[in-house]
């Protein structure tokens, strides 16, 4: 069997918008992307707000329909039309731990949602007790079962997210900056508990975020879009310790570092500007209206994506003399994965809080249900 699990080819997606009373303009939402994710293996996607990350994990999905370009999934082409036998092997988590759940529903309708659609059991005692271990295995405790999403926490309603999306027993499943509205304590609990599905059940994940923190964190792979484009894919160590765009240079330098020092100086090294319209993207090199080592060149082609080491690719023309910014390693260093198989409950809280602490300062969550009585 392949250890590709999934292979995305010249994906698009233009959204078509009425400007005005009549003209109509497209937004280059996603635009030529290309990248395959190995099976077992987390993809992290990041970029900011407005690149294309959500459209893209999407379009994987075929809850979008892509404009143009093909999606692979275990060798198969997917089609938007005949997505039914796939639906239980893709899964999404969504970033919005309020808006995706529906409020009439309780948590165990909400859980039970795919085990219903998919008729995955007819017995209604089997079903209960399936949603009842998965309220266990994300952390819920179960006398929350008949309980409604309006009564808990963004990080209990994430847990809640992430049981509804494993409950099918998917092999896929996108994350959709899954911890990016929750609070700083709780992020780093919700993704300690997505590596340990992942490690117990063999998932294979696209991870969006907008934060490159988080997303080293949890990936083997990173992948930088900006506006719609993927500009730099390597694994998550390479990128980070030898970022090789100029936007990437620019998503690390906004990490926030322990050493005040070194912080100061990222910050000067950090490029100005707004993020250009996607309805009227600039000719040549997207990243060329922000870039400091603009040439001539930048503006008239647009920089093929090249590999510049083993499975690191890149697109900008001056990769080979960008003067890197000396990044010296973000208050990552030190903090490793956690072990396979031998996660302990207590671990939960450990590994991932401290890191995401550490770099970015924790406060109290607010929530309405407390975390450790779930
Ligand atoms: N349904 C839609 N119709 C028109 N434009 C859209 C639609 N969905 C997203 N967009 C636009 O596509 C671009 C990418 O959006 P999105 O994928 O949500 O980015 P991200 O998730 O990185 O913040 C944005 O400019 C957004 O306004
Ligand atoms: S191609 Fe030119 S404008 Fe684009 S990132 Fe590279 S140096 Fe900057
Ligand atoms: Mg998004």
Redesign the pocket.
């Known amino acids: 069997m392949s250890d590709k699990l999934l292979e995305v080819r010249n994906l698009r997606?233009y959204?078509e918008?009425k400007q005005g009373l009549f003209k109509k303009v497209h937004?280059k939402?996603?635009d030529d992307v290309s990248f395959e994710i190995k099976r077992g293996e987390t993809l992290g996607l990041v970029?900011?707000?407005?690149?294309?990350?959500?459209?893209?994990?999407?379009c994987v999905l075929q809850i979008?329909k892509p404009t143009s370009g093909e999606i692979f999934f275990q060798g198969q082409k997917l089609e938007h039309k005949g997505m039914k036998d796939y639906r239980k092997k893709m899964q999404i988590v969504f970033?919005d731990p309020y808006a995706s759940l529906d409020p009439r529903k309780t948590v165990a309708d909400i859980i039970g949602e795919g085990l219903d659609i998919h008729k995955m059991f007819k017995n209604k005692v089997k079903r209960r007790e399936r949603i009842l271990e998965l309220m266990d295995l994300v952390g819920l405790n179960k006398k929350f079962y008949n309980r409604y999403p309006h009564e808990f926490s963004g990080g209990q309603r994430q847990r809640i997210g992430i049981a509804r999306a494993v409950a099918v027993s998917p092999e896929f499943i996108v994350c959709?900056?899954p911890v990016s509205a929750l609070d700083v304590s709780i992020q780093a609990q919700v993704i300690n508990m997505l590596e340990k599905l992942q490690n117990e059940y063999g998932l294979t994940y696209l991870f969006?975020a907008?934060d490159l923190a988080v997303v080293k964190h949890i990936s083997d792979r990173i992948g930088v879009?900006y506006l719609?484009h993927l500009v730099e894919i390597a694994e998550s160590e390479e990128l980070c310790d030898n970022p090789r765009h100029p936007y990437t240079q620019m998503l690390l330098s906004a990490v926030p570092i322990a050493d005040p020092d070194e912080s100061e100086r990222r910050q000067r090294e950090k490029p100005e500007g707004e993020i250009p319209?996607?309805?009227n993207p600039p000719s040549g090199c997207p990243f060329r209206t922000r870039c400091k080592y603009v040439t001539g060149i930048c503006s008239e082609k647009f920089p093929e994506f090249t590999e510049v080491s083993p499975g690191h690719m890149v697109a900008c023309f001056h990769h080979t003399t960008t003067p890197y910014l000396s990044v010296t390693k973000p208050a990552t260093e030190g903090v490793s994965h956690l072990p396979q198989n031998e996660i302990s409950d207590d671990d939960l809280n450990n590994n991932a809080n401290d890191y995401i602490a550490d770099v970015r300062g924790g406060v109290s969550d607010d929530r309405i249900i407390d975390e450790g009585g779930m």
């Open positions: 997606k959204f918008i937004v939402a996603v970029g900011e707000s407005g690149c294309g990350k959500t459209t893209l994990g999407r979008t970033q959709d900056e969006i907008h879009l719609g319209s996607p309805i």
